[in-house]
């Protein structure tokens, strides 16, 4: 398992450029810390991936590596912590939460983190566009519809929390129209 | 139907009488799909959970499906109900050891199996004895169809079926067939099949899939792309590595018999005394025989135990089983002795020699 976290102002451990990687690797059960520059970095995290043995390897674990990867290659920290607090208007999950569990929150996401997870896409499926199945029943329209919904309802939560008990009436009629209508109980 | 019911009940896809069965055990599809209304797992509450579960159920029980099918909540299950049924691979770890409301639906001859709150709100499987992708998907995509029309699936047109990870976005479809590949082992072959397969991406486990090993020279193929190819072609591709794959197999096992036939032979023995003799055996062990067995039985050397009393005990020599038939856990016996015990009674009882 790997570790990838930014810090500041460190040399790197094979060159005289600044270290913007910080990997803490398992060499046998023992933790060993690196201080990498990006260029570094992504020489020793490819030389580990090319080590992993697949049979048995997770995809979660495959993923978090991919992740950890990217990051080496494109991100400096500051633009990393700034992408990091980015949040989702609709479920409220920030792209942090989403880097340490690799699960999204919602589908809207997939539109929130769209630049985040374009690359990601790409590294995983070598693609970034569908040309599979389309429900024959609904279309995407339909699907966003129903997805607003759960922005409605934790703005909702909000409103209650914040006692704008008019403004939680409001979503509450807006939430139970479109509920009802999608047959929603 | 209860847990035991379907436990006891001879699952079809056990039965070895698909296509190719002598190599290839089974042919599974799964697809992940979401409501469009509710957040994904990670941002569902508990009782928005259970608004899932029944928005689901309603949608699945109008299907052809849906109206013979059982349905368990895993939190009306014992830990030991919950251990069967991912034994028997009907429902997966994560759903039997999640938290907070979860279901399953399981049809009667366990071809179908759907999850509800799993990593994604629906997880569906369909699964098959021998070499039939074609047969499992035209199942899998009907009941996917009809679910369909009563529910609206988290979608959108550039990036297909919205997964809660990423991996499994676009299709949401992993397609994973389990072949048993012991000549190919014994030829030392294996290995240079497995680094072409990682060239074209597709993923090799063990037997009892994510993070196992290859006990018994059981493996499973299965595809990791699921975005920018469409259904077929994912099943196209699979097949027909699987299908190269059968055919070194078939090689190497023609190659051993006429070779090393008398060595074959001597091994499959020591496998059978050794069966015999066992106070206590390991599940490795015990899968290492029935792999043996399997072997001798496909090349004719074996003629009184069939494959489907093989692919029955390589399910039955699984610690929740031998605790379930042996009652409990308050027994001075561990599940190394159960599974000699098991093993014994049911081959000798097979040979006729109880």
Not at chain 1, 60 to 84: G, N, R
Not at chain 1, 105 to 123: A, I, V
């Amino acid at each position: 398992m790997k570790q990838t976290k930014c810090r500041i102002e460190m040399k790197c451990q094979k060159c005289d450029k600044k270290a913007t990687m910080h990997i803490t690797d398992l060499v046998g059960s023992k933790p060993v810390e690196l201080h990498l520059c990006a260029e570094h970095a992504q020489e020793y995290l490819a030389q580990t991936e090319n080590g992993m043995s697949p049979v048995g390897g997770n995809m979660a674990s495959a993923l978090a590596a991919q992740m950890a990867q990217q990051m080496a290659f494109s991100k400096v920290s500051d633009e990393f912590s700034k992408s990091d607090q980015e949040t989702c208007p609709v479920c409220g999950l920030t792209f942090f939460e989403f880097r340490a569990n690799s699960r999204l929150g919602c589908p809207e996401d997939y539109q929130t983190f769209r630049k985040q997870l374009t690359p990601l896409l790409m590294n995983i499926h070598g693609e970034c566009r569908h040309t599979g199945k389309r429900p024959s029943c609904f279309g995407e329209e339909d699907a966003r519809k129903l997805t607003a919904l759960i922005g409605y309802r934790r703005e909702m939560s909000e409103a209650i929390e914040t006692e704008s008990y008019e403004k939680a009436g409001m979503l509450r009629d807006k939430i139970r129209k479109l509920e009802s209508e999608a047959g929603i109980e | 139907m209860t847990v035991e019911e379907l436990v006891q009940s001879r699952r079809e896809w056990l039965r070895n009488d698909g296509p190719d069965s002598e190599i290839v055990v089974s042919s599974r599809i799964r697809l992940a799909r979401n409501a469009a209304a509710f957040p994904f797992i990670a941002k569902l509450s508990d009782d928005e959970k259970k608004r899932v579960i029944e928005l689901l159920r309603k949608a699945v029980r109008k299907t052809t499906f849906g109206q013979n099918c059982s349905l368990f909540f895993m939190d009306e299950l014992g830990g030991l109900e919950r251990k069967l049924l991912v034994e028997c691979h009907l429902i997966s770890r994560e759903l039997a050891e999640g938290e907070g409301p979860r279901c399953a639906m399981i049809s009667p001859n366990g071809h179908f199996s759907l999850m509800f709150i799993e990593e994604d709100h629906l997880r569906m499987q369909c699964i098959k004895s021998g070499f039939c992708l074609q047969e499992v998907w035209r199942e899998m995509n009907d009941l996917d169809t009809q679910i369909e029309k009563n529910l609206v699936y988290a979608w959108n047109q550039e990036l297909g079926y919205l997964t809660a990870c990423p991996t499994n976005v676009g299709t949401g479809m992993r397609v994973s067939v389990m072949l048993h590949l012991p000549a190919l082992a014994l030829t030392r072959q294996f290995n240079k099949v497995h680094n072409s397969l990682q060239k074209i991406s597709l993923i090799v486990r063990g037997l009892y899939g994510e993070g196992s090993h290859a006990w018994g020279d059981f493996y499973q193929i299965s595809n990791q792309v699921t975005l920018g190819l469409s259904e077929e072609e994912i099943l196209s591709q699979v097949h027909d590595v699987v299908r190269a794959v059968i055919g070194y197999e078939k090689k190497a096992r023609d190659f051993l018999l006429e070779e090393n036939r008398e060595k074959l032979e001597a091994g499959l023995e020591e496998c059978l005394k050794s069966i015999r003799a066992a106070k206590t055996i390991s599940a490795q062990e015990t899968l290492k025989c029935l792999s043996a067995i399997r072997l001798g039985i496909n090349l004719g050397l074996l003629s009184d135990i069939s494959l489907d009393v093989v692919n029955q005990l390589m399910l039955q020599i699984q610690p929740a089983y031998l605790q379930w038939i042996y009652g409990g856990v308050e027994s001075s016996l561990d599940a190394s002795e159960f599974r000699a015990q098991y093993l014994r009674k049911y081959l000798l009882g097979i040979w006729n020699e109880d």
